[in-house]
């Protein structure tokens, strides 16, 4: 995994799709700066001692974060109202950056689950 794959995979997005990712990037950087990026099942993945903690993607219609558990958007659903979700994805319009604030729920979240905070 390396950092230029999910340079790569945002560069091959159009606006304003690439900059609302670019901001969920910096977002999930700034909860966890120490994290090993890459591209995991073809979408960018954020790695913390070797498990994924978050991810992201773009579809045509919608963008989604990626917690990679199905438990992390349950126990969040209070705090997701107004965002559609399934089990394993939440997705936002692709002008819509995420909040601040979510991103860190969302993967602190995760962390929680994997016994990492």
Known sequence: MTVHEVDDYLAGLAEPARSTLETLRRSILAV????EQGIS?????FRVDGAVVAGFAAFTKHLSYLP????VLADLADDLAGYERTTGSLHFPPDQPLPDALVRSLVEAKLRLLGLA
């Open 32 to 35: 966890v700066p120490e994290a």
């Open 41 to 45: 099942y073809g979408m960018p993945a």
């Open 68 to 71: 990679h558990s199905g438990q």
